[in-house]
């Protein structure tokens, strides 16, 4: 009886206090403290994007140091869950302004995107591109320091009508666009009296692309159809006509897909693909993309027409306009045609006022959030060594340039004292170069399965299955920037765990 008490009583105990926690983080997290306003004695640093590196950088970065103007790209790139109807759009979002508002020194946020970066005249210029306008759309800012992050876009080959006719899976728009089309088919293709053959069309999905991005993508649309039939929620109980005849396709130009996953994944993720019935058809590649159907040339040359109601193109990236513009202006260091050549302090190479990070940069790691995300962490820290050994070196000139004048004694040693302080000091500012911690690689293959190639031991450690399912989400949710957004994004797996997904179009 006792130890039943005692166990009551701990059990209330850690309730009442998670609950008090919990209440407190969030009321920290809603009312931060005043903020110190813009100073002219501090040098301005520019941060330019809205993405994982950005975000990472703002996070970690001590505003004290700084003025920053935060340039924000009209949307944010954080689109899984939002296409997987687990979540809403704004659970997902982490407006800049709601990070910037936590730190010490405000930030001034512009919603714009950059036109135009001078290297040498160190400004960059802005236009509001938004529906609604004020008499200045255009602005031009200087900047001491700039982080360049805008990531990149979708690589469309010049593929005939791939930017027309098939939808992207990069920026929330885009996941939001897609599932439009994705119910347009299945209502059209539900329509009374529609052709067979034109509901055989409707219902035939194609996805472009065999990395990582085109893999989740073919399970989450399978899961959308099919897997929740345990739960009967979903497509298969609100169109039961439709749920067995569509049909998805995943069309990969190698002759493997994910090819930077390990040979025991690639075969977990063709076999749950087989069972999923998502036909996988590789060394296939797309020639053209067509109102109602690809193009597609075969692994014997042949050219195949497939009808089919949507185009998804996960084909991969390549680098932003206002990214080739720039590295442009530096011809002599920057050659590099898959993006920004950095140093290993993230510099852009050819500038010293310049750092870049992310998708946009050229280096030896993958373009991945978890690459951004640290560099964007290590960008804050190297800034802020950098803000110390700028000031330690003004507090030296000052005092070599006061030391000749000094009389007395005991004055004369005090700055002396103060002067072998400050060179010590900055002696000991050292800035490290970037170093990657390669944490694994994670992906979503439908049917509540997930794959991780995991660094383990002295190798990589395989596995897959409903236990890195859970894994995938538990590290899906620590990737989420704050307490708010992983709560929303909690808080809405829940609600579809007990009422199944929103299958209404927006
Ligand atoms: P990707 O570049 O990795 O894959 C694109 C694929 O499309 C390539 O395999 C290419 O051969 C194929 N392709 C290109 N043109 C084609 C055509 N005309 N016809 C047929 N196939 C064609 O791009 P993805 O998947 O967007 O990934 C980009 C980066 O983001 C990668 O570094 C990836 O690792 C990372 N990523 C990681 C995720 C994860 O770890 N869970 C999720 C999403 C992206």
Not at 44 to 56: E, I
Not at 98 to 127: G, L, M, W
Not at 193 to 207: A, C, F, I, S, T
Not at 325 to 337: G, H, I, S, Y
Request: net charge neutral; with cysteine; hydrophobic share 40%.
């Amino acid at each position: 009886g006792s130890f039943l008490q005692i166990l009551g009583r701990t059990t209330l105990i850690t309730i009442v206090g998670g609950a008090g926690a919990f209440y407190y983080f969030t009321q920290r997290e809603k009312h931060p403290g005043p903020q110190l306003p813009f100073d002219s004695s501090k040098k301005t640093l520019v941060v330019l994007g809205s993405g994982w590196g950005a975000t990472s950088l703002l996070k970690t970065l001590d505003t004290t140091e700084y003025n920053v103007p935060e340039e924000l790209l009209p949307l944010h790139t954080l689109a899984p869950e939002r296409r997987r109807r687990h979540a809403e759009p704004r659970s997902i979002i982490q407006p800049t302004r709601y990070i910037t508002r936590h730190k010490t020194r405000s930030v001034a946020v512009i919603e714009a995107e950059a036109s135009d970066v001078d290297p040498v005249n160190k400004t960059i210029t802005f236009q509001d591109t938004s529906e609604i306008k004020g008499s200045v759309s255009s602005t031009t800012i200087p900047f001491d320091y700039l982080v360049y992050a805008v990531g990149a876009e979708v690589q469309t080959f010049n593929i005939p009508g791939v930017q027309q006719n098939a939808c992207f899976m990069k920026e929330l728009h885009d996941a939001e666009r897609m599932q439009r089309q994705f119910m347009d088919c299945i209502e059209s293709a539900a329509f009374p009296g529609q052709d067979p053959q034109e509901v055989e069309r409707l219902l035939h999905m194609v996805v472009v692309g065999g990395g990582p991005t085109g893999i989740e993508l073919s399970g989450e649309l399978h899961d959308f159809l099919e897997a929740c039939s345990r739960s009967h929620d979903d497509l298969k109980a609100w169109y039961p006509e439709m749920a067995g005849k569509v049909r998805i396709t995943l069309v990969e130009a190698l002759p493997s897909v994910l090819p930077t996953f390990s040979k025991q994944l690639i075969n977990y993720t063709e076999s749950t693909f087989k069972e999923s019935k998502i036909d996988i058809l590789t060394k296939t590649m797309v020639k053209e993309v067509k109102e109602n159907s690809v193009v597609l040339q075969m692994p014997d040359k042949s050219i195949k027409e497939v009808p089919c109601g949507m185009v998804v193109w996960a084909a991969g990236n390549k680098g932003r306009k206002l990214t080739q513009d720039l590295m442009a202006k530096l011809p002599e260091t920057q050659k590099n045609r898959r993006g920004i050549e950095v140093d290993d302090f993230l510099r852009m190479k050819g500038s010293d006022s310049i750092f870049a990070l992310g998708d946009c940069t050229a280096t030896s790691y993958a373009p991945t959030a978890q690459v951004a995300s640290q560099q964007g962490a290590y960008l804050a820290r190297v800034l802020h060594q950098m803000a110390k050994r700028d000031n330690l070196t003004e507090k030296l000139l000052e005092l070599e340039s006061v030391a000749p004048a000094v009389v007395g004694e005991e004055e004369k040693k005090k700055v002396v004292e103060e002067l072998e302080n400050a060179k010590n000091q900055l002696a000991k500012v050292k800035l490290r170069p970037f170093h990657y911690s390669h944490q694994g690689s994670l992906a979503y293959i439908g049917s509540e399965k997930a794959i991780a190639d995991l660094p383990f031991m002295n190798g990589n450690f395989a596995s897959g299955g409903v236990a890195t399912y859970l894994f995938w989400r538990s590290a899906y949710l620590s990737t989420l920037f704050s307490l708010r957004n992983r709560t929303l994004v909690a808080t809405d797996w829940l609600k579809v765990k007990l009422f199944g997904r929103d299958v209404s179009r927006d």
